[in-house]
């Protein structure tokens, strides 16, 4: 199965919140769907859910114009909507019979996902009596219930502890590889480089980065260096970069105690490290090729630290 949204626009009033927003997704995969706060990832995620209607482009399945009604869709959003004077099972199953599924079914799985959950203690307890971190398991809970085929996480790690995280992070995992097509926004980038192969980076409506996390990494990485000196702190080691090899590299960041450069068109790191090593009284302590985090490429293309 495989999931295109193609040059989808969206505006409200006079203002253009989508311009022209591409990208798939295939079944057994999960998506990255990324940007800063107002960017245009909800709207995206509303288009999808047939909650808004874009003013044009197309959503296709598997190439054909996608019906959301003849498809199974759990979405956990980032504002929860349970509700909180309900039995927890009670509002499972009454949720699961709303999108089709019988009641016997809605039971099943509803009791299914409560004990992979670790939650199954309070199937008949009122949801506003759970501690926040079960109330964010139940609602995960709800979300699978009806055995989606899409499935759309918007900041599913937040407020869970360490131990619900890893829960959370196995079941996101099980989805994966049980052939799901899984859509992750959240701004915990460490989460999305743990579970996403490809990403979209939404700034201002637009998509300004998509494509295979991997192959995004080793080209922001090209031509740059992580380099530190013994004794030296960032800073000063940078300082001593721009006027003794500045012909070189241009830097580019900061690590810690390193810089990270990038080199100049022509130049080889094998003459950058000459050159360093004939700079009196500087001794080179890390020389090594930049692997930037999705946090580091994120903050390149939108500006912001998520």
């Not at 980032?78 to 809605?106: D, H, I, N, T």
């Not at 090209?222 to 000196?229: A, D, H, K, P, W």
């Not at 003459?271 to 994120?298: C, M, R, W």
Request: hydrophobic letters at 40%; one cysteine or more; charged letters at 25%.
């Amino acid at each position: 199965m495989k999931l295109e949204v193609k040059n989808i626009t969206k505006t409200f009033g006079e203002k253009e919140i989508l311009k022209g927003i591409s990208f798939s997704v295939e079944s057994g995969k999960a998506l990255g769907l990324l940007g800063r706060n107002g960017a245009g990832k909800t709207t995206t995620i509303r288009i999808l859910m047939d909650v808004f209607h874009a003013n044009s482009g197309e959503l296709l399945l598997d190439g054909e114009p996608f019906v959301q009604r003849n498809v199974q869709i759990g979405y956990l959003p980032e504002e929860r909507g349970l509700y909180p004077k309900r039995e927890v099972l009670k509002q499972m199953v009454y949720l699961a019979r709303l999108r089709g599924v019988s009641k016997k079914q809605a039971i099943v799985n509803a009791k299914r996902w409560l004990e992979r959950l670790e939650v199954a203690e309070y199937e008949t307890k009122l949801l506003e009596t759970l501690s926040k971190g079960n109330q964010q398991k139940v609602q995960l809970a709800s979300t699978l219930v009806c055995d989606p085929d899409i499935v759309i996480l918007d900041e599913p790690f937040s407020g869970l502890d360490p131990v619900n995280s890893q829960i959370l992070q196995e079941v996101v995992q099980e989805l994966i590889t049980d052939g799901k097509i899984v859509i992750f926004s959240s701004h915990q980038m460490s989460y999305v480089e743990e579970f996403c192969e490809d990403i979209v980076i939404i700034n201002h409506g637009e998509v300004v980065l998509k494509g295979n996390l991997d192959e995004i990494k080793r080209e922001f990485g090209e031509n740059q260096l992580v380099i530190s000196g013994v004794g030296m702190d960032a800073e000063a080691f940078g300082t001593m970069l721009v006027k003794d090899a500045g012909d070189l590299v241009t830097i580019t960041g900061y690590s810690k105690e390193e810089v990270i450069v990038k080199l100049c068109e022509g130049v080889t790191r094998k003459q950058l490290f000459k050159a360093l090593a004939n700079i009196e009284g500087v001794e080179i302590e890390h020389f090594e090729t930049y692997k930037p985090s999705l946090n580091d490429i994120f903050v390149a293309k939108v500006g912001e630290e998520a």
